[in-house]
Structure formats: C-alpha cells, structure tokens
C-alpha cells in the first residue's frame, strides 16, 4: 500500500484550501462530524481576529470515499473560502517583520509580497487539520486519543497534571475559550490577552499535545528520516509562528542528570493487556518516546508559539519599491491564536501517529491492517509470557 501522506493546495483569500491524503486503507469510515468539528474548534478560541466572523469552515470531500468508506485511492477533502478576495486584494510593500513577507519577496523577486503571504498565512493549517482530523478516523478504531491544548499564553502558565486522562483533559479544555484544562489560568489568560489588545500588541504561548494508548515499537531507530521523534517535532515545527519543539523533559533534561532524566522499567503481568504490554514506569520524562520509538506511555510533546508578527501599531520596515523606512503594512490578524494552534498541533500530531501506525500495521484495507495488530499484540504478550515462564522455572525461585 501507498505510504500515508497529505499535501496542501489553497490561498488564504482563494476560493477554497484543499488537503490530498494518499495512504488511508479501504473501508475506514471516515467521520465527517469529527473533521467539521476540528475545523470548528481552529477557528474559536479567545483573541481571534475578524476572519473567523467571516468563514464557516466545513468539509466537503471530492474523491476517495463511497458511502462513508475509504476506497484505497487518494482522499481530496475542499474547505471552502468565504472571504474569496484574493484577485482583488491590494498589493503589499512593506513587508511585516517576522513574516514570510520579506523573505519571500526577494526568493521569487517581487517587490509585492501579497503572493508570499497569501500562502504562508495561518489560514493554510484549516487544510491540515481537516487531514489530521481524517487520520483520527483510523486511530479511533485502535483507541488511540490525542488531546491538544493550552499550556501558557504569554507570562500565564496553566497547572495540568501528567497523570490526568485524557477524557478530563478533554472535558475541561472544552470548558473555556483558551483550550486549556486549568480553569483557573484561563481568566488570567484572558486578562493578559486583553491587555495586550489594548496596547495594539500581541501573545504568544505554549502549546501540548498527548497521545493515549500508542503501543510500543511505533517508529524506528534503524533510518533516521522515520525516527517518530523528528517526525513529531518536524510536523509542528512546521506550523506557521512555532518557534521550539520539547518532548517530554525537553531542555529540562539538559540541565539534570542522568539518575533524574531516564524512566526506571518493571513488568507487571497484571497490565499485559494494557498499551504498555505491561511494562510499566513511574514517570515519563522520555515523554512517550525512546531511541526514535514509541515505548507504551503517553506521548507528551509541547511547541512554543511566538506572538502573532502582525501588531495593528506597525513595526519599523522598508518599502520595497523605494527601499525608505516606513512602517510595516497591517494585515487583519489575531491578536493571540495559541488556542487555535493547540487545534493544528493536535491533528498534525495525530496524523504522523496514523502515519507510524500504518508504517508498522501495514494493510491495503483495514481489515488487514486490523489483523496485523492483533498479530503483534499476541506475539509479545506470547514472548513476555514465555519469559514469565521461563523464569519461574529457573533455580531459586
């Protein structure tokens, strides 16, 4: 079967934004609620500007899918634009400090940067959460649960134990307007964001993703361009306004030693039928990954996300066209888009999970993907209770 990937196509003020998934197995019912729910979600959370009055993003699907089943040939999912404008839309000559404006325009030698930044807008990730939303479809058929959500914004830091689960994460992120699960953070989240309105300013934040129920053994160590651990960073390194990637202990691990970083490991026959087959931690500072692997606890992962580049007060530029200081074009924008990003974060997330999965549980139809996890699950718990066997057989015990 083909490799499980996605492309994007689409202009922030185009017609439509469009996502091409190659690698879903026939006969997965792909949940259409779940997807328009996800686009949803992107397009709330508090400090959001004006664009998202505007759109009403749905899905609409164009090929791959017969009555509610994947066929095994490419799924192509069209968010349509309300905001269609981009013939029309002004040009743009003084680049924004911290855009792709300034870059841009000098890679594709433009003094114009209105083509640059009508594809490296935000507006893009509605796309990757519809496919990201789409692989959900197959990891909720294995249990797999991610949860994303809202760390920090700006000076506020949210209190959110490791050992929550993730229907409480859950419950509680969809309690308030900043998507995160400290009730508490989020009134002084707000504070912080209108005071930054007021100023003509912007926030940033911190943003976490989990992953429940991921067994052991996804990734690999043997090719580093598949090590899951790159692939995560590298999926949420690449949403528009991140600027670092941490799993578990992250640079937190750097400045400890070793006795204080790595998860001391037991087996409990008693949880062989769990994620983790078994064998059991007391922490996760790994955050769910080791050696470019999954190793059965909760896949913990966070990004920092930079204050929005577009400020309403302008900040100091050039004019392309006479190369004289002025101060930078404003573009509607947010004024914190944190909570949406831990939307984004989440379904990229989810989709390079699918993506392991399906490199490990390979099948053309989900049938057979499906038969290829049970297989694996069967052959270790066979070989731990071998071992188990095994061992109490041996001299003194």
Known sequence: MAELTYRTAGESHGPA?????????????LDLELINAELRRRQGGYGRGARMRIERDAVRVLSGVRNGLTLGSPVALEISNRDVRLQQAPAVHCPRPGHADLAGSLKWLTTDCRPVLERAAARETAARVAAGAAAKSLLNEFGICCVGFVSAIGPVSAQVPEDWPASQLIAQRE?????????????????????????QDTLGGVIEVRVYGVPPGLGTCVAWQERLDGRLMQALGAIPAIKGVEIGLGFEAARRPGSQVHDALRYDPTQRNSANFGFVRDTNRAGGLEGGMTDG??????????????????????????????????????????????????????FEIARAWLNKFAGDT??????????????????????????????GR
């Not at 934004?17 to 690698?23: F, S």
């Not at 307007?177 to 912080?192: E, F, K, S």
Request: glycine share 4%; charged share 20%.
């Open 17 to 29: 934004l469009l996502a091409l998934i190659e690698g879903l197995p026939a006969g997965l019912r």
């Open 175 to 199: 309690a308030n307007q900043l998507y995160t699960p400290d009730a508490a953070a989020a009134g002084n989240m707000i504070v912080a964001i209108d005071r930054a309105a007021g100023e």
């Open 366 to 395: 989900l049938a057979e993907v499906r038969a290829a996890w049970e297989h694996y699950a069967a052959a270790v718990r066979a070989l731990a209770d071998s071992q188990t066997a095994r061992s109490s057989l041996s001299p």
């Open 297 to 350: 606890l909760p896949i913990i992962i966070r990004a920092a996300m930079k204050p929005i580049a577009t400020l309403q007060r302008g900040l100091p530029s050039v004019d392309l066209r006479t190369l004289e200081t002025r101060r930078s074009d404003y573009e509607r924008s947010d004024v914190c888009a944190v909570p949406a990003a831990s939307v984004v974060a989440e379904n990229v997330v989810a």
